[in-house]
T-cell receptor
Framework: GAGVSQSPSNKVTEKGKDVELRCDPISGHTALYWYRQSLGQGLEFLIY????????KSGLPSDRFSAERTGGSVSTLTIQRTQQEDSAVYLC????????????FGPGTRLLVL | AQSVTQLDSQVPVFEEAPVELRCNYSSSVSVYLFWYVQYPNQGLQLLLKYLSGSTLVKGINGFEAEFNKSQTSFHLRKPSVHISDTAEYFC??????????FGAGTRLTVKP
């Protein structure tokens, strides 16, 4: 596609529910990244994929967070048993290769946990 | 690991005035440096990047930044700002592209 797309753009959920956030990277980009942007804070790196593999999952905030990528394309970030502190904008980015210097960002998913 | 400090959380400035947004980083190895801009309710857009070579980097929308290795800085500048430059600006550093670290952001507000 022309750019990185994310869905949904906004998600409101109740505390304790599970949510799935989707990212479609730029076609042909092998590397994919997830970030979280909380109100009043900077961007927090969560996880990256090199192809379908995530070499380092230590950036995920807790074991309620998981991510997968299939077919070297679409990625899903899942948050189980959501908490209010999970409320944030979740940004996805992709780059041509995992060592490419430029990441291209999607518009983000704004998650609100009530 | 690398880290980034943006020294000003908010920068108000009048239209057509010059602006400098400050960024300092720490790293034990060579780095790539970036500035991203985030307009309201939008994703991040790359303004400019330093990979190697000339320390003065020119980006989109009239912005430029200078890499200063001795001061570990990568300040962003524009000689004359417009109302449309009002946005959040993020400095970022990457030792390798698999782990990019961002600063907390600087909110630039351009007043008429």
């Amino acid at each position: 596609g022309a750019g990185v797309s994310q869905s949904p753009s906004n998600k409101v959920t109740e505390k304790g529910k599970d949510v799935e956030l989707r990212c479609d990277p730029i076609s042909g980009h092998t590397a994919l990244y997830w970030y979280r942007q909380s109100l009043g804070q900077g961007l927090e790196f969560l996880i990256y994929f090199q192809g379908n593999s995530a070499p380092d999952k230590s950036g995920l905030p807790s074991d309620r967070f998981s991510a997968e990528r299939t077919g070297g394309s679409v990625s899903t970030l899942t948050i189980q048993r959501t908490q209010q502190e999970d409320s944030a904008v979740y940004l996805c980015a992709s780059s041509l290769e995992w060592e490419a210097e430029t990441q291209y960002f999607g518009p983000g998913t704004r998650l609100l946990v009530l | 690991a690398q880290s980034v400090t943006q020294l000003d959380s908010q920068v108000p400035v009048f239209e057509e005035a010059p602006v400098e947004l400050r960024c300092n980083y720490s790293s034990s190895v060579s780095v790539y440096l970036f500035w991203y801009v985030q307009y309201p309710n939008q994703g991040l857009q790359l303004l400019l990047k330093y990979l190697s070579g000339s320390t003065l980097v020119k980006g989109i929308n009239g912005f430029e930044a200078e890499f200063n290795k001795s001061q570990t800085s990568f300040h962003l500048r524009k000689p004359s700002v417009h109302i449309s430059d009002t946005a959040e600006y993020f400095c970022a550093v990457s030792e390798k592209n698999n782990d990019m670290r961002f600063g907390a952001g600087t909110r630039l507000t351009v007043k008429p």
